[in-house]
Structure formats: structure tokens, C-alpha cells
Nanobody, 116 residues
Framework: QVQLVESGGGLVQAGGSLRLSCATS????????MGWFGQAPGKERELVAA???????NYADSVKGRFTISRDNAKNTVYLQMNSLKPEDTAVYYC??????????WGQGTQVTVSS
């Protein structure tokens, strides 16, 4: 089992920044891919960013150039730096762990609200 706990969400004005953190514990593997998903009200959960154990990352087109995913394997923590936030970024953000091609483990989510 892997436990994921997100933190860092909140209310911010458009143009502002937030940094989300995801602390992992349990039977984590160094090869796990970690990701952040966003779920806006009334919409499906979507992958925002993902990062491999080696540090390779990819992003949804909507956040490229604004968000940065990173991981500190020594601290078992994954981060999402969110800059130039827009009202449409408002969502619950979930940290997730991908094992062997499947998003298996999920955090409880943290709310990000961007006011215009």
C-alpha cells in the first residue's frame, strides 16, 4: 500500500502562485511515476502533469509554461509549482502514483480556487 497526502491548496487571485506538495509513504517504488490530476466542478478528472523516477516530465497543454512538477525521492515528496494561475485552473488537485502503467494510488485531494 502507498499513502499519498496532499497539501498547499488554497484561494489565490489570478496571476498568483501556489505550490502543492504530496507526501508519500508506504511501499513506494523508485520506479513509480507520480502525477497530479485536476478535477474542476462538473468535469472529469484530468492529468495535469506527471514525472518519472528519473525526472522526465510531461504536462497538459493548458498548463505548459506555467506549472512545474518535481520530486524529491529522498523526501518521498512530489511537488507542483503553479504560477500565473487562471480562474480556469480552479479544481481539486489529486496526487497519484502510477505503478506498471496504472494509476493505482490516490490522495484525498486539495482544493485550489483562483479568483478573477
Amino acid at each position: 500500500q502507498v499513502q499519498l497526502v496532499e497539501s498547499g491548496g488554497g484561494l489565490v487571485q489570478a496571476g498568483g502562485s501556489l505550490r502543492l506538495s504530496c507526501a508519500t509513504s508506504g511501499r513506494t517504488l523508485g520506479t513509480d511515476v507520480m502525477g497530479w490530476f485536476g478535477q474542476a466542478p462538473g468535469k472529469e478528472r484530468e492529468l495535469v502533469a506527471a514525472i518519472t523516477s528519473g525526472g522526465s516530465s510531461n504536462y497538459a497543454d493548458s498548463v505548459k509554461g506555467r506549472f512545474t512538477i518535481s520530486r524529491d525521492n529522498a523526501k518521498n515528496t512530489v511537488y507542483l509549482q503553479m504560477n500565473s494561475l487562471k480562474p480556469e485552473d480552479t479544481a481539486v488537485y489529486y496526487c497519484a502514483c502510477n505503478r506498471f502503467g496504472t494509476w493505482v494510488y490516490w490522495g484525498q485531494g486539495t482544493q485550489v480556487t483562483v479568483s478573477s
